[in-house]
T-cell receptor, first 114, second 116 residues
């Protein structure tokens, strides 16, 4: 099973809502990532979890809050988002820590903030 | 700081043509890793290849081939006999080992359209 799953596929939320994005992998990978991708742009790294600990936070605003309940699951909690946060949010995983291992990506959650 | 350049923003070819996607990178590290990813219209990024800085051997996988040249800091990707299903955005990416991946950076991408 070489799949990373993400739910939901689409999400529309208001600026006062609280929502969560979910990501799951069953490849035994020990590193998981959140990326943000705007239209016609490359993915931008947001967070990295390595062995269930947050190892990289790329200066992401606090309205995005990551959580790694276990080595297979990764959540991204959203609160008080702005319309400019509308984007495709991609989850990825890799065998070990970031860098030298290839990352496997999920299909993404397309988020629209009204 | 590391940097990845993909000078070709968009390329259009007719099916069965060969096409090369260019990738030029900048890094001060002696140990680094290069990647190519494909992003079809569905949005999911698909891993294609990883190459470390000590392995300059070119690689061929079916219709895909990669040419890594440290002397010119390039890692180009060629699709032979292109097909409509190859239409996608292709990203080159670089990761520096010394920063333990803190600087995993994608290039801006090249949008390839293969016309029937």
């Amino acid at each position: 099973d070489t799949e990373v799953t993400q739910t939901p596929k689409h999400l529309v939320m208001g600026m006062t809502n609280k929502k969560s994005l979910k990501c799951e992998q069953h490849m035994g990978h020990r590193a998981m990532y959140w990326y943000k991708q705007k239209a016609k742009k490359p993915p931008e790294l947001m967070f990295v979890y390595s062995y269930e600990k947050l190892s990289i936070n790329e200066s992401v605003p606090s309205r995005f809050s990551p959580e790694c309940p276990n080595s297979s699951l990764l959540n991204l909690h959203l609160h008080a988002l702005q319309p400019e946060d509308s984007a495709l949010y991609l989850c990825a995983s890799s065998q070990e820590g970031p860098g030298y291992n290839e990352q496997f990506f999920g299909p993404g959650t397309r988020l629209t903030v009204l | 700081a590391q940097k990845v350049t993909q000078a070709q923003t968009e390329i259009s070819v007719v099916e069965k043509e060969d096409v090369t996607l260019d990738c030029v990178y900048e890094t001060r590290d002696t140990t680094y890793y290069l990647f190519w990813y494909k992003q079809p219209p569905s949005g999911e990024l698909v891993f294609l290849i990883r190459r470390n800085s000590f392995d300059e051997q070119n690689e061929i996988s079916g219709r895909y081939s990669w040419n890594f040249q440290k002397s010119t800091s390039s890692f180009n990707f060629t699709i032979t006999a292109s097909q409509v299903v190859d239409s996608a955005v292709y990203f080159c990416a670089l990761s520096e080992a010394e920063n333990y991946g803190q600087n995993f950076v994608f290039g801006p991408g090249t949008r390839l359209s293969v016309l029937p």
